[in-house]
């Protein structure tokens, strides 16, 4: 199994608190993701990195942010959260970009929030 | 309207069957296409990856491409109840990767 750590796994918060979700490799991939889960929506990216401190924006990016100081480490923030927000979060991982080879990810166990 | 369609099932069939999943898209520029199986609680993984139209086999695991009908399918022979998951198909091209919503399979004993 690729060494991807998602933290915390479950977590359950109130409307307006800030939210952050770490996401831990050790495989080395230059690009990570943050996606979510919904049922009837599918995987939908919420914010990706092509390095340290190199993000983009996904589909779905409003009302989230990340940031990635380390190779390892991509964080993905939630200033102020919403119930639309409860979701399950799942990080992947890439060796190469979409555009290069198979593009294959390796995903996380994901995390399952829930904004009351 | 969503650029990748899928029905979300749910599947049942009885261990041993075949069992026929599909997708389809409105994209043309789509030209790699890939199934993930993703089991309850665990994160996606990659099961399938073809390239274009055409069939690749791998095991009990056939996947189709006809991309002049923008339709790709999955067929699972000899079906086990360790094949009960949710199974995704994705398909790109050189920038952008778009998943359907799953389709979750249960192998009854």
């Known amino acids: 199994d690729a060494g991807i750590t998602q933290s915390p796994r479950h977590k359950v918060t109130e409307t307006g608190t800030p939210v952050t979700l770490r996401c831990h490799q050790t495989?080395?991939?230059?690009?990570m993701y943050w996606y979510r889960q919904d049922p009837g929506h599918g995987l939908r990216l919420i914010h990706y990195?092509?390095?340290?401190?190199?993000?983009d924006k996904g589909e779905v990016s409003d009302g989230y942010s990340v940031s990635r100081s380390k190779t390892e480490d991509f964080l993905l923030t939630l200033e102020s959260a919403t119930s639309s927000q409860t979701s399950v979060y799942f990080c992947?991982?890439?060796?190469?970009?979409?555009?290069?080879?198979?593009?294959?990810?390796?995903f996380g166990e994901g995390s399952r929030l829930t904004v009351l | 309207q969503k650029e990748v369609e899928q029905d979300p099932g749910p599947l049942s069939v009885p261990e041993g069957a075949i069992v026929s999943l599909n997708c389809t898209y409105s994209?043309?520029?789509?030209?790699?296409f890939m199934w993930y199986r993703q089991y309850s609680r665990k994160g996606p993984e990659l099961l399938m990856y073809?390239?274009?139209?055409g069939n690749k086999e791998d095991g009990r695991f056939t996947a189709q491409v006809d991309k002049s009908s923008k339709y790709i399918s999955l067929f699972i022979r000899d079906s086990q109840p360790s094949d009960s998951a949710t199974y995704l198909c994705?398909?790109?091209?050189?920038?952008?990767?778009?998943f359907g919503a799953g389709t979750t399979v249960t192998v009854r004993a």
């Open positions: 992947a991982i890439s060796a190469k970009g979409q555009g290069e080879g198979t593009g294959e990810l390796f």
């Open positions: 495989e080395n991939h230059r690009y």
């Open positions: 990195s092509y390095g340290v401190k190199d993000t």
């Open positions: 994209n043309s520029a789509f030209q790699y």
């Open positions: 073809t390239y274009s139209s």
């Open positions: 994705a398909m790109r091209n050189d920038y952008k990767l778009s």
